[in-house]
């Protein structure tokens, strides 16, 4: 392992099959870092996480993934447990980069005539439970099983829809903020372990998260207009900043939200 730069070391990303998370897992075992990735697939989507670890391994990079429920309790421990046996075949080795891409929430109003097409406190508890809660979970047992050591670094993909209000978007746009806030109070509570914690804030890019989303053409089209630069936001352009932030020389930025997106927030 390369204690100066990411050859060799271990990154773990949460939601590791698709959008913003498969971008990120490429691009930084193209920076030379190992992969674990937790996913939830089921057959007809199981083939984009195979051809993720592929691309891994291509790099000549490790790749363990995982396809289970990042938001079970008991699902993580099993996992964080075959991290640790990995982990083990080299004493120096711990995790250096987290990235938390988890996109699986409910896309329903808080209003309707019909109850039944309500948001219910069944769903927006598993919303917030799965985008933004789950972080905090993750986050201390990395740090219990001495996984996450100084040095390392925790991020989050949040959206503007932490700070704006949108048709259907109320359970999710919820889990953004709160993700932005538990972010911000892992910062304070990791700084004196030197592991920092930030949230990237990437403006509308199209994933497969955002084709879940009612209107989401709506959305877009607005984005190319404007965008200062006339185009959505790529993955891969939040790719690349993440392996920016990962380089173990940048270590004095945390607590922040930092926008990805071309300029898109400052036009409204």
């Given amino acids: 392992m390369d204690r100066n730069g990411l050859e060799g070391r271990w990154a773990l990303i949460l939601g590791a099959s698709s959008g913003f998370g498969a971008a990120a897992a490429r691009a ?50 099993r996992v964080l447990d075959k991290i640790e046996e990995t982990l083990a075949e080299d004493p120096a080795d711990s995790i250096h980069f987290v990235l938390h891409s988890l996109a699986f929430g409910t896309l329903l109003p808080f209003i309707a005539d019909d109850p039944e097409k309500a948001v219910s406190e069944q769903q927006m508890d598993m919303t917030l439970r799965v985008m933004a809660h789950s972080l905090v979970y993750w986050v201390q047992d990395l740090v219990r099983r001495d ?26 746009s919820a889990a953004k903020a709160a993700l932005e806030s538990h972010t911000r109070q892992l910062a304070l509570e990791l700084g004196p372990r030197g592991i920092a914690g930030n949230c990237l804030r990437p403006g509308v890019t199209d994933t497969p998260a955002l084709r879940a989303i009612p209107g989401h053409e ?15 936001t790529t993955p891969e352009d939040v790719a690349k900043v993440l392996v ?8 004095w930025i945390s607590g922040a939200v930092i926008p990805v997106d071309g300029g898109e927030i400052i036009v409204g």
């Fill in 28 to 77: 930084l075992a193209s920076a030379g870092m190992n992969i674990f990735g937790v996913h939830l697939d089921l057959r007809a989507t199981l083939p984009r996480a195979k051809q993720v670890v592929a691309d891994i391994e291509a790099l000549g990079r490790k790749a363990v993934f995982f396809n289970t429920n990042a938001a079970d309790a008991r699902k993580r421990m």
């Fill in 244 to 251: 920016a932030l990962a380089d173990p020389a940048i270590t």
């Fill in 147 to 172: 996984l996450l050591v100084r040095g390392s670094r925790v991020y989050a993909l949040s959206s503007a829809g932490a700070i704006r209000a949108a048709p259907m978007y109320g359970a999710v």
């Fill in 218 to 232: 709506t959305y877009i089209a607005e984005a190319l207009k404007r965008n200062p630069g006339g185009r959505l």
